[in-house]
């Protein structure tokens, strides 16, 4: 038996360490709500100058005055008897093995245009191709097709059928045969849970519901307009312009680079959140209005030399590809036009 007061001492002390431990757990709960709290004050730092939306992952944007903002990313505006476009919601795929193709293989996909003709069917153009119209296809009447993207995540999504697949292939194919395009209907998320375990750690806002549709990561790219300036000044030869990058929303006015400290983001009445540096790839070296790589390696070769990762946990996940704009996912909101103001908070 202990002298009664050695209990009591041990009773004390075993009670201050479930109170240090108690408040220890409080505190990070508190933290970690913070962090999925938006800011109350919030600071102008500049305006939108344009919005893009990509409805055909690796193709040519469609400019838009507003954009509707949804979980998934940007929408085009209701418009009667017209379908509506999500961000990055038609991608190619390879028929024999699913994986997705971009113009990383296929410089030219930067060319392709898409536009709606009525409220259920599209049409693609590109140089010296006939005109593609098809129907949109949906999860009841069509066939699902599970297409691999980075990381060979699976993303299900719906086949856009052989006449879609004939011209893609003619289009982008060597030998003219093998690829097709899929459609996703925006009414299931992503999964990110089996493939990008190392991302979660490194990224505590990365989640599936910062995903987008066939985005490569998250639902927004947002890029200082300054920032791609400041690249054109150190790379005069290169040709650069911000449409290299690929934004959904281009800012003017922010000093640059300064978008590596945003958290959080509010324009209009829409809130976006940081979930990570947009680090680029030789997706980046296709001239958008060419379709033709850069024989320099630009504006990669450039943005190396001072827009590297630092963080050698990222550098180990991401290698050797600088940085410009963030990827962000969505908190609540509607709309953005062009011409808002954008603040930011932290
Ligand atoms: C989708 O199903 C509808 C109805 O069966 C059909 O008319 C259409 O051709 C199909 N589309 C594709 C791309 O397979
Ligand atoms: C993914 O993991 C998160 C965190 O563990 C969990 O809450 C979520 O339900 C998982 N999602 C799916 C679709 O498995
Ligand atoms: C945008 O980029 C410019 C030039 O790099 C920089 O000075 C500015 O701080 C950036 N603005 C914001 C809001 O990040």
Known sequence: MYPISKMVALEVALSAATIAIISALAMRWYQKRKKQRPPTTWEPVGVVKHLYIYPFKSGKPIELQTALCTEYGVKTSEAPNLHQF?????????????????????????????????ENRIRLTAPNMPILTFKVPNSVENRTVTVKQHFNEKISTI??????????????????TGLRIAYHEAKQRRNLNATHKKYFKLYPRLSNEATGLHSD????????????NDLQDKAPEANIVPLNFRPNILIEGAPAFSEDDWEWVKIGDVVLYLVKWCTRCVLTTVNPSTGIKSELNEPLRTLRTYRMLKDVKKISLDGT??????????????????GDVVYVGK
């Open 86 to 118: 999500r961000d990055r919601s038609f991608v190619v795929y390879n028929e024999h093995d699913e994986q997705f193709q971009t113009a990383r293989t296929i410089p030219q996909l930067v060319l392709i245009e898409i536009d709606a003709v009525d």
């Open 159 to 176: 086949d856009c059928g052989d006449e879609a697949a004939t011209w893609i292939s003619q289009y982008g194919s060597k030998d003219g």
């Open 217 to 228: 990561f998250s639902s927004y790219l947002l890029v200082n307009e300054s920032s791609v």
């Open 321 to 338: 590809s600088p940085l410009m704009g963030i990827n962000m996912g969505y908190h609540s909101g509607e709309r953005i036009n062009v």
